[in-house]
Nanobody, 127 residues
């Protein structure tokens, strides 16, 4: 079992920045990839970014490339999503997730399904 807890959401003006954190527990954090997804009101949940077990490989959705950065600190069992140049369209509940596989691509493709999700943290970007 893996437990994931997000934090860092809030209200920010367009153009501003936020950093989300995802604290993991239950299995050796350095053995699996991590990802961030988001769900806006009335829309389906969508992939945002993923990172491999060792942090070497990262993948981003086109809509956030160049504005968001995913990272991880295996010593702290924590993954991060640094969000900059935020837009009102970025308003959503953000979830961290893992499928316990090692590659960023496996998160992106949801290979085998995503087994573990956090409860989410709300990001609201005002215009």
């Amino acid at each position: 079992q893996v437990q994931l807890v997000e934090s860092g959401g809030g209200l920010v003006q367009a153009g501003g920045s936020l950093r989300l954190s995802c604290a993991a527990s239950g299995r050796p954090f350095s053995s699996y990839a991590m990802g961030w997804f988001r769900q806006a009101p009335g829309k389906e949940r969508e992939f945002v970014a993923s990172i491999s077990w060792n942090g070497v490989t990262t993948i981003y959705a086109d809509s956030v490339t160049g504005r968001f950065t995913i990272s991880r600190d295996n010593a702290k069992n924590t993954a991060y999503l640094q969000m900059s140049s935020l837009k009102p369209d970025d308003t959503a509940v953000y979830y961290c997730a893992t499928n316990l596989l090692s590659t960023a691509q496996s998160i992106r493709s949801q290979l085998g399904g995503i087994n573990y999700w956090g409860k989410g943290t709300l990001v609201t970007v005002s215009s």
